[in-house]
């Protein structure tokens, strides 16, 4: 494809899109779909409600963000999420790559902004698809369910706009406000990722820290 930097194609360590695991998990979720757009919907949603969202099941293990290991998870957070969409569409031929924002929770629970010390949130992640020319930015970190419960509104893909966080619930209260761009990775910056967490948030542990810095929501009761 003219334009396309291979690189958004090819496997990598995380972004394992070469695996048996992927390639299951890709076909399974995508069917006998032949266009690129409607395969990409169709991983988006296999992401979004397949895996339910778990703010607490972050890890140091680096295995346990390699997309073939995601893919046999019940429960995953933004950045893995992120990681198996992106995995999943490089190995059904669409061009893919990972986002990163910063982004502040207006509806942060006030026992966790005071651990924190902060309701703005580090390093968010989502996928980017390259479909009809132009980039799509798609979040899939919260499923149904969750949506649901808490009115929080869920978010849609159908191949014409992108699926990013909503700056308001049901309700009308401020939800979602990205602040910061981290840019965009041809495979997940782990690394980086980590040392943020440790700089950002030093009094809190690293599985409260991974959680919260990851852009999801806690919430102490549904809204």
Known sequence: M???????????????????????FAAAAGGASSAATEMAIKLFYAVRD?????????????????????????????VPKA??????????????RLGFADVKNHLTSEKLRASMGTDVFAWHGYSELFLRGRWFKLSTAFNIELCER???????????????????????NRHMEYVKQRGSYDDLPLDMIFASFAEIY???GFDGAGAAAAGDEVFDSPH
């Open 2 to 24: 003219d334009g396309i930097d291979p690189a958004w194609l090819e496997p990598t360590w995380f972004l394992d899109s070469d695996s048996p695991e992927v390639d299951v």
């Open 50 to 78: 397949g895996l339910r969202y778990d703010p607490y099941g972050t890890d140091r293990d680096p295995g346990s963000y390699r997309a073939s290991v995601i893919c046999r998870a019940d429960t995953a957070w933004c």
């Open 83 to 96: 990681v198996l969409l992106t995995a999943a569409a490089r190995n059904r031929g669409i061009p893919a």
């Open 150 to 172: 808490f009115g929080t509104k869920a978010l849609e893909f159908d191949g014409t706009d992108d699926a990013l966080m909503h700056p308001f619930d049901e309700s009308g």
């Open 202 to 204: 030093p009094t809190m």
